[in-house]
């Protein structure tokens, strides 16, 4: 799965325009736009209490498996997706504010992560976005991954 767009119901949200948030993550989990997952149900908390009226997730890696470590078991065109970096500009360029979410590798080849990371986000900063974090970054110095958001984590640009 290349994107995951929605939209948050049940408020003013449903009468009036508010921004949209993209969020990109490490690789796609098995929640969809009906079921959610403990990350989903975090990144939505954070986002409905931060006044968006959507989020577009989008991931580093396209290769969809609630086990991250999955992407070391392919080759790199298959664990990124042919389509995947088209689907991240698609959803940056609909965004209102980007969000950088793809924690540690936690088990990816470290060095297969870093310079996907560095990838997405040079191609990112060369487009023109400005990327955003949620929180402090890890020790490893990657962005807070969704699952550790919490209510009071503030937003900052990723510098």
């Known amino acids: 799965r290349y994107l995951l767009h929605v939209a948050l119901t049940g408020s003013e949200r449903d009468t009036a325009p508010h921004p ?3 969020v990109i993550q490490k690789n796609p989990s098995l929640a969809d736009a009906k079921r959610s997952d403990p990350t989903a149900g975090k990144v939505e908390a954070w986002t ?3 006044g968006f009226a959507a989020i577009i997730y989008v991931n580093l890696f396209a290769l969809r498996s609630p086990d991250p470590c999955a ?3 392919v080759g790199e065109a298959e ?3 042919a389509e995947n970096d088209a689907a991240i500009a698609r959803a940056c360029a609909a965004a209102d504010v980007i ?3 793809w924690g540690n590798p936690n088990g990816i080849d470290a060095t297969r992560y870093a310079a996907r990371s560095l990838e997405v986000r040079r191609r990112l900063e060369q487009a023109g976005y400005a990327l955003h974090c949620v ?3 890890t020790r490893l110095g990657f962005p807070r991954h969704g699952l550790h958001w919490n209510g009071s984590a503030p937003l900052h640009r990723w510098r």
Do not use: E, K, P, S
């Open 71 to 73: 992407v070391n078991d």
């Open 79 to 81: 664990a990124i997706g």
């Open 20 to 22: 949209v948030l993209t």
């Open 48 to 50: 409905r209490r931060h």
């Open 99 to 101: 969000v950088a979410a």
């Open 135 to 137: 929180g402090a970054l």
